[in-house]
Structures are given as structure tokens and as C-alpha cells.
Nanobody
């Protein structure tokens, strides 16, 4: 059974950092593209970052470019999101999502319906 489990969320002050983890099981991570999404109350789910199966290509939304870094360890079946210089606008529930790379659409990497598999989310709160 394919499963994604996020962890690492929490409360952080503005300017602080967090590292989110997405532990995957039930599939070979190297054959899947994985993305991080976030959803704040009253807002649509938005794509934050994405890494292709071989780790060769990364995508970032303009709002996090230069502050967030996605990485993956296929041997450890994990994908990470290092978030630096966090701002109150970054507060949201963060989700990881996966799609088989052979059927993944790079042009729509930031849209939630591009991915079939989702974790349950982890809350990130940015507040002083």
C-alpha cells in the first residue's frame, strides 16, 4: 500500500527555519515525482516545490524561491523540504504528494490534481 507521512511541522518565529520530512512506503521512490503543497485556511492548496524521480530537476514557486530547498534520498525513501526565513505568510498545512514519473505532467507540477497520492499533512505555524 502506497503511503506518505509528513513530519517536522511546528511553531517557529518569523525568520526561523524548519525541515519537513516526507517518509514514503509501498513504492519505489526513484520512480516517482514528489511535490510539497501547502494550504492555509480559506485558501486553495498551492504547489510549493517539486523534485523529479531521479532528483535531477527541482521546481519552486516564486513565493518560496531562494528560501526553501527540496531534496530527496531515494535510498532512505524520504523527501525533505528545508524552509528558511519563514514568514507569517508561510503558515499552512504542508502536504507531500507523489505521482509516478512516467505519467507526471511537468507543465502542471504546481496543481494538486497532477498527483494521485497524498500524505495527511503537517501544520506549520509562524508567529512571534
Amino acid at each position: 500500500q502506497l503511503q506518505l507521512v509528513e513530519s517536522g511541522g511546528g511553531l517557529v518565529q518569523p525568520g526561523g527555519s524548519l525541515r519537513l520530512s516526507c517518509a514514503v512506503s509501498g513504492f519505489t521512490l526513484a520512480t516517482y515525482t514528489v511535490a510539497w503543497f501547502r494550504q492555509a485556511p480559506g485558501k486553495e492548496r498551492e504547489g510549493v516545490s517539486c523534485t523529479t524521480g531521479d532528483g535531477g530537476t527541482e521546481y519552486y514557486s516564486d513565493s518560496v524561491k531562494g528560501r526553501f530547498t527540496i531534496s530527496r534520498d531515494n535510498a532512505q525513501n524520504a523527501v525533505y523540504l528545508q524552509m528558511n526565513s519563514l514568514q507569517p505568510g508561510d503558515a499552512a498545512v504542508y502536504y507531500c504528494a507523489a505521482q509516478l514519473s512516467s505519467s507526471w505532467d511537468p507543465w502542471n507540477w504546481r496543481y494538486h490534481n497532477t498527483y494521485n497520492y497524498w500524505g495527511q499533512g503537517t501544520q506549520v505555524t509562524v508567529s512571534s
